[in-house]
């Protein structure tokens, strides 16, 4: 599977009198393998960059974990709250808290301990920074702006075996908010998340001879959770003439699943410029 990067926030600040560097959490991905009663240890850095001599401040940085689940647009959300297939309850770290200067960094030893009798699966957690606030006392006549976000590295754990499997339920091209868009759908029958790659082409049929190819090229589009449906929106990247067309989709999930790839016919009207899903082109 294609390693990628899940960001969910990158960065915080705090702003005093004298300026202050950009604070980022690396990496925010952990994708690990872990047998029941066995144990895994990395290392996350959390970087305080200096953007320049004015940057003098240190920020004192928290640490902790939560739980995070996700919506079927794609939107994280985070709980200290229980969960199922909770990875939480399983990670120490150290340190939990430390003060950063400029244009250093902090190491943090992150161990992941898997119980025995763990059920196989894939289990999820989220390591959180956040700067300790205020992280040092105003003296009088001192004044401070603090803008702050948290960061996170998403930890994946997968407590073999876990298979993967895929349903492509859908894909159909509509009209929304003026702009013609591509829609597959998609169901995650296995054990632990995908993370899809789709690329497509339109090519245009006899109605349509004059008009130039439109395509997407490769890119990443989203997680599907195990057990969850989702269907991703790609906006055609070109306009389209009044006329019939072939869309040709496909899809790279991973965990070593067949490349997913669709095709479908659909019809641009030049009374209206809906776009009409059909399986093979109307009588003239």
């Known amino acids: 599977m294609r390693a990628a990067a899940a960001v969910i926030a990158t960065l915080f600040f705090a702003a005093t009198e004298a300026a202050a560097g950009d604070v980022a959490i690396v990496p925010s991905l952990v994708e690990l393998t872990v047998l029941p009663g066995e144990d895994h240890t990395t290392v996350v850095q959390i970087h305080y960059t200096k953007d320049g001599p004015a940057d003098t401040q240190p920020v004192r940085v928290m640490l902790?974990?939560?739980?995070w689940s996700m919506n079927t647009a794609g939107?994280?959300?985070?709980?200290?709250?229980?969960?199922p297939f909770s990875a939480k309850p399983w990670i120490v770290f150290s340190?939990?808290?430390?003060?950063?200067?400029?244009?250093?960094m902090m190491n943090v030893r992150v161990s992941v301990i898997v119980p025995e009798g763990t059920a196989s699966g894939e289990y999820r957690a989220a390591l959180i920074a956040q700067p300790r606030t205020p992280f040092r006392p105003l003296t009088q006549?001192?004044?401070?702006l603090e803008l702050i976000c948290r960061l996170a590295t998403i930890i994946y754990v997968q407590v073999p075996p876990v298979v993967g499997d895929v349903e492509f339920g859908s894909l159909q091209?509509?009209?929304?908010?003026?702009?013609?868009?591509?829609?597959?759908r998609f169901h995650?029958?296995?054990?632990?998340?995908?993370?899809?790659?789709?690329?497509?082409?339109?090519?245009?049929?006899?109605?349509?001879?004059?008009?130039?190819?439109?395509?997407?090229?490769?890119?990443e589009a989203g997680v599907i959770l195990?057990?969850?449906s989702r269907q991703f929106v790609h906006v055609l990247p070109c306009d389209l003439a009044p006329g019939w067309y072939q869309l040709i989709y496909r899809a790279d999930v991973g965990k070593d699943l067949p490349l997913q790839e669709g095709e479908t016919t659909f019809v641009i009207s030049p009374n209206d410029g809906d776009a009409l899903a059909s399986t093979e082109p109307a009588e003239p």
């Open 188 to 219: 995650n029958r296995g054990g632990a998340h995908l993370r899809v790659y789709d690329s497509f082409e339109v090519l245009p049929l006899a109605e349509a001879p004059s008009t130039t190819t439109c395509q997407r090229e490769e890119q």
């Open 141 to 144: 006549g001192d004044r401070r």
């Open 75 to 83: 939107d994280l959300a985070f709980t200290p709250d229980d969960v």
């Open 226 to 228: 195990p057990g969850r």
């Open 173 to 184: 091209v509509t009209r929304l908010d003026g702009r013609y868009h591509v829609v597959p």
């Open 95 to 104: 340190p939990g808290e430390a003060e950063i200067d400029p244009g250093e």
């Open 64 to 67: 902790d974990t939560e739980n």
